[in-house]
Nanobody, 114 residues
Framework: QVQLVESGGGLVQAGGSLRLSCAAS????????MGWYRQAPGKQRELVAA??????IYADSVKGRFTISRDNAKNTVYLQMNSLKPEDTAVYYC?????????WGQGTQVTVSS
């Protein structure tokens, strides 16, 4: 059974930092490339970053500010977000990449105030 539990969101001022965590069930975590996605109000869900082994990819809008990493021993993937901007405000989710599972976790809300 797929389980994805995101945490670490919150309210932060522009320029601040947050670290998101995603605990995934082992059956998917050890096999798949994992990604962080986000969905802002009124917008489609978009990929923010993904990681597979030592390879990482980032959306242009977050390059140089966000860092994705994973701890295989803990079945956890992280997203370190620095220099946050108001346009980063969204609900953040983790899931498989590039083909997300139909199941999505509850996500974690990130709100950046100007």
């Amino acid at each position: 059974q797929v389980q994805l539990v995101e945490s670490g969101g919150g309210l932060v001022q522009a320029g601040g930092s947050l670290r998101l965590s995603c605990a995934a069930s082992g059956s998917i975590f050890n096999i798949n490339t994992m990604g962080w996605y986000r969905q802002a109000p009124g917008k489609q869900r978009e990929l923010v970053a993904a990681i597979s082994g030592g390879i990482t990819i980032y959306a242009d809008s977050v390059k140089g500010r966000f860092t994705i990493s994973r701890d295989n021993a803990k079945n956890t993937v992280y997203l370190q977000m620095n220099s946050l901007k108001p346009e980063d405000t969204a609900v953040y989710y983790c899931n498989r990449f590039p083909a997300p599972y139909e199941y999505w976790g509850q996500g974690t809300q990130v709100t950046v105030s100007s």
